[in-house]
Nanobody, 126 residues
Framework: VQLQASGGGLVQAGGSLRPSCGAS????????MGWLRQAPGLEREFVAA????????YYADSVKGRFTISRDNAKNTLYLQLNSLKPEDTAVYYC????????????????????WGQGTQVTVSS
């Protein structure tokens, strides 16, 4: 599986963005996909995840009610709708896929993901 993220950008606080992640290859083997982010000097942190078969979604507390993860099976594309953005949301956003059942048990753990995209920069100005 290969992942290609895009759709980041620069936006003012309160604005919106919708990064996307195209998947190619043997996507049927995936248990789920997610978005994680990394700000300068900080560790990579979980943002949101969705399981492939059951459509279960998971969110970090810091983004609940503001971000929405979704997928388009026909296009093999994962989306992350970012609303009400804050300066602290500034980071490189990575899409990732997990092909083990760890995705069901630990969707928020970076170690549950086996394939990573290259990341897309999201910058929120105050």
């Amino acid at each position: 599986v290969q992942l290609q993220a895009s759709g980041g950008g620069l936006v003012q606080a309160g604005g919106s963005l919708r990064p996307s992640c195209g998947a190619s290859g043997r996507t049927s083997s995936m248990y789920g996909m997610g978005w994680l982010r990394q700000a300068p000097g900080l560790e990579r942190e979980f943002v949101a995840a969705i399981t492939w078969r059951r459509y279960n979604t998971y969110y970090a507390d810091s983004v609940k009610g503001r971000f929405t993860i979704s997928r388009d099976n026909a296009k093999n594309t994962l989306y992350l709708q970012l609303n009400s953005l804050k300066p602290e949301d500034t980071a490189v956003y990575y899409c990732a896929a997990g092909d083990r059942s760890d995705m069901y048990a630990y969707p928020s753990s970076p170690s549950s993901y086996d394939v990573w995209g290259q990341g897309t920069q999201v910058t929120v100005s105050s």
